[in-house]
Structure formats: structure tokens, C-alpha cells
């Protein structure tokens, strides 16, 4: 039977009789796709400080959704892993920026039409926040494993049945215990099996529990079909392997995806009222099963950008200016007898002898960098992207004062005593690894080494004699 003609089937049949699991023989297998990303922690567009960090966004997610919904009209999306947050949490300084961020970061989603994503560690330590903005998210959230009292909670619920052609599909969420949840074993079986009862023939859980963390789940059990195990670190080499785990006779088959919507994985999933067996290209599976297809498409930037999600981000960009000009505070003048920042012309004064490397450093055109991509209000670039960053006597975005760019003070330390005196005693010739790390962490810079990279730095007229 061909799809089209299946599709009729279902209409004539109406929902009622959908809603069982047995079905007569001579009704078809039963299609169903269902697309799934995972961890944006709160990522409009990734910041592309790195190489292997230059694919996701959500305006590219759209337009991969885009292109694929062609050949899957009305597949839902699913997200897993951390929604809104990453590590770094809410610094102070960056809260009106994370709350305007917020509101578009739901906007993208319900433009997208997630109809289920669950939350992770990250989202799990500011509970109060959370509690305030998951319904300005207007997303269905999904936790099967809750803590018994939080303020997050009633924004969420235990699960949610979609039904994808026909294929009544249950979605679980799952959280680590070390967040706060419940045991995860036991919640997903119980709740696995109320919607099995209720009709659901897949159940497919978003976890947020890591690849290490969701392994050790599945050992136990863990009742439902699908999980997809969010988590991966930024630099992770994300498997495309549909892994079989759990006790034998119904396992749960594993998938994976990358962070900040890197990927866009599509589970195509076959019922024929068979068990579940995963397919594998050139290894079919066994006559009369269910079977379940996973495949990751990279969301590239050389994609073009979904257009109506594209207008939103430029839009929060340019708000950025107004909402983080209205509470930018001043740096603190530095303490008496303590250094400030000068300036890289006013060090080029007496060092003539660094301004070839200078000008051929990267360093030197960090600002061009984010002027280009239209960050110069967005608090969180302009931080490592300047000198000095709201350190005392240092910049901040209402005042750069000549402080653009990663200059020689971001290495050596502020220099205006030692631009008085020309004593050694007042400015760090050595620049220990640790100053590197302060722009140059993981998240920014994932192949950094300082030995390599400070190589690139020595050059003759800085640190390598003339
Ligand atoms: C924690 C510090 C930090 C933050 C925050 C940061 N950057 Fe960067 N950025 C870096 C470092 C370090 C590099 C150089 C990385 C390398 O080459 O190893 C870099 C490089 C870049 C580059 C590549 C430049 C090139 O041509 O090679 C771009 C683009 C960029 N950043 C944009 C951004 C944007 C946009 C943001 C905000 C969303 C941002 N950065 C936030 C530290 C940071
Ligand atoms: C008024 C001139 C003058 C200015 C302005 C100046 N320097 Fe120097 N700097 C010197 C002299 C002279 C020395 C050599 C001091 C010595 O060896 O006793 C020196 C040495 C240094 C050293 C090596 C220190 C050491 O322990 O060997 C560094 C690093 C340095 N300067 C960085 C800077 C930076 C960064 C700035 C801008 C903030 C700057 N200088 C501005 C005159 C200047
Ligand atoms: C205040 C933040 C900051 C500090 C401190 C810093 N960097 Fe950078 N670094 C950057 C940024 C931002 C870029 C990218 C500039 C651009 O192209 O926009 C960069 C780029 C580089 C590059 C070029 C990388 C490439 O892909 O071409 C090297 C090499 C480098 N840094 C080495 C170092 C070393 C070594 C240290 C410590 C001695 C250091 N940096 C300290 C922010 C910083
Ligand atoms: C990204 C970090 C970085 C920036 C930016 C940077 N330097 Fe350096 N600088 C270093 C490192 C690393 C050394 C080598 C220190 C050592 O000897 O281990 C060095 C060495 C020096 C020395 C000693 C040179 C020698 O041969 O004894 C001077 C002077 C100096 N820098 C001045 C400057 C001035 C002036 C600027 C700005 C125009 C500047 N540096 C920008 C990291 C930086």
C-alpha cells in the first residue's frame, strides 16, 4: 500500500481506532518520522570562535527542518538535553541579556513547532529562573523524573503522546538524579507503561542524563524504545550508530546529537506490529519487525538562514544595544597605587619595536571580528574580544576608550604605572598559561595549547630579539 493511500485508510479509520496496538492483518506498516535536536543551551547561533564551533543555530536547524519536512509533512520536533542554559549559568552581568534571550530563543522554538523538549543540568541550577521562564517559553516540557518539590515543576509535565501519522507516539524526559530528580529507572518504566496501556505503540525518551550517565540507566532497563542521550561535549566526535542496550528481548535503542543544534537527527521508524529492530545500511532488519531508522544531518553554515528566525536574531541583536546600554555599569577606577589600562598607542610610544607584530597578530583584529558579525552590544562576545573587560581601570561596552581588540595589556597586565616609569618592576614580561585560559577556555577555543600558541606570538621585535 502506498502511503498516500494508507494516509486514507487512517482518515476513514478515525482516531478511536488508532488508539489500539493489535491491529487487523491486512492493515499496513505504519510510517512515522520524528526529528530531534538536542542541548542549544540557549545558543541563537553558536559563536563560531572555532573552527569545529562554526555549525548550528537555530536559524539553519529551521531551514534543515525546512528542507526535510518536504519528504515528512507534520514530523514533530523534539529537543534533549540542556533548553535554555549552559555551565556558565546567569552571571550577573549578563542577566538582561539571557532574559531578552530567552523570549527569542521560545520564539525560535515555536516558530520550529518543538512539541516536546526536556531541560538538563545546566537549566536545573538556576530553579527560580527556570520557574519564571519556561512559560514564556510556550513549549511543551517534559520530565518524567521530577523532584518531589521545585519551582520548575508545575511548568512541566510527565509526559506527552504525539500522534505522527497514525503512530501514537509517547515522549518521555528524563533529568539526572544528581539535578535533582527522581530515580530515572523506575519513573520511565512506570510512566512507559501507563502509555503503552493508553495505546502508544513507540515511546521515545529526550534525556538530559549524558552519554555515560544514559548508558548506566539502560543497563537497568529502562521500558521505553527510543532514547536520545544529549550531553555531548563540544568537541565530541558524535556517534551516528543506533546502539542496542538494555536486558535482551526489548532493548532500547540509543541515539546521539550534537550541541547547539549541530545536528539535526530523523528517526524513521516502520510499525508492523512486530518488535523493534534497529536498521543498518546493508544489514536489514529481520523479516516481520518494527523497524527504526536514525540519521544525523550536519546543520552547516553554508546553509542559508531560515528567514523568518533570521529576522528574529537580527532583531535581538540590534535590542541588544538598548537593554544592555539601560544597566551596563562603569568599570571600578583602579585601587590606589594599582595599575589601570592605557592602550595599545600609548605602549607602541616607547615599543616601536613590537608594532610589526602588532599589526600582523590576530589579537589585533578581535573587534573587527565581532563589528562583523554585528556582536558589538552583545555583552558575552565583547568580553574576550576586548582588553581589559570590566576590570578596574579596564573597558566596558559603554566605555572602550581605545580599548578595542586583545591588546598588549591583556597579556601583560594593565600598564599605565610602567608606561610612567619604563620599569620592568611595573609590567609582567611572562604571560603564564592562565591568562591564555581566561579567553582561551574550551568553549571558545577547543584546540588550544599554549606551548603551540604562544609560539605563534614570539616573533622578532616581540620576544625574539630584533
Ligand atoms: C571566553 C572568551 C570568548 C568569548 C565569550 C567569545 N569569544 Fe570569540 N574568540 C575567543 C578566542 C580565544 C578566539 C580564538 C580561538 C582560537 O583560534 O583558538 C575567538 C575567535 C573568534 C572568531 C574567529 C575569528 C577568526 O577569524 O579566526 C569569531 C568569529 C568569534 N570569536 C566570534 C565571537 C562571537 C560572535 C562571540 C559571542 C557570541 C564570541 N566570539 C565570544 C574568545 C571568546
Ligand atoms: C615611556 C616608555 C614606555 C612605555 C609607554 C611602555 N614601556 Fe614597556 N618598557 C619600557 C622600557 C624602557 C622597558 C625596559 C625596562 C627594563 O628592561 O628595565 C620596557 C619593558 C617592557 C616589558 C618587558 C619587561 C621585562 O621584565 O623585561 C614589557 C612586557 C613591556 N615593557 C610592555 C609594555 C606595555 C604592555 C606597555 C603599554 C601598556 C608598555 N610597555 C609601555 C618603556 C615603556
Ligand atoms: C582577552 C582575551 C584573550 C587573551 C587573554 C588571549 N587571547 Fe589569544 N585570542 C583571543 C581572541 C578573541 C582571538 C581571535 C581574534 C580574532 O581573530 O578575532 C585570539 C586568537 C589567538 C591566536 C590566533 C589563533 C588562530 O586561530 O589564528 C593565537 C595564536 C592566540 N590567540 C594565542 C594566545 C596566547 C598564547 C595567549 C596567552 C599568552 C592569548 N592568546 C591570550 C583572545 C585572547
Ligand atoms: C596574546 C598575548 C600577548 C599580546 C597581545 C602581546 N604580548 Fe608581548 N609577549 C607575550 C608573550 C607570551 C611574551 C614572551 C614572554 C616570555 O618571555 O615568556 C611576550 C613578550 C613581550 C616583550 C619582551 C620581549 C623580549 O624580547 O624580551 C615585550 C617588550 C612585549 N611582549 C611587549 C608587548 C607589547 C608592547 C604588546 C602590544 C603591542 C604586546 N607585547 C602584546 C604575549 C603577548
New binding site residues.
Partial sequence: MTRLTWLGVLLALGCGRLSTPDRAPDEGPREATLFVFSDLRGTLKPCGCSPDLRRGGVDRVAEVLRLARASAAGAPVLHAGDLLLDDEGIPDFLRPQIDAKTTAVGEALRFMGVAAATVGPSDLQQPEWLAKALPGVGIPIIVTNPPPTAPWVAGTRRSIVLDVRGVKVGVLGLIPEASGGSPPGPAARAEADALRQGGAVLIVALSSLGLRGAKRTLREGLGVDVLVAAGQGLDAIVSDEVEPLGPGGAPTYLVQSFVQGGQVGRLEVVMTGGPLAAEFPGEPAPKGSSTLRWSLTPVGWDLPREPTIASLMDRFDADLEQINMATASDPVPPAAGEAGYVGVEKCLECHEETRAFWEKD??H??WE?IVEDKKTFDIYCVS??V?GFMRPGGSSIKKLDGLHD?QCE??HGPGSLHAESSEAAHIQRE?PES??R???NPKHSTRFD?DA??K??LVPGHGLGD
Fill in positions: 590576530r589579537h583584529d578581535a571580528t574576550c574580544h582588553t586583545v591583556s597579556c604571560v591568562t591564555c581566561t579567553c582561551h599554549y600558541y604562544k605563534r606570538l
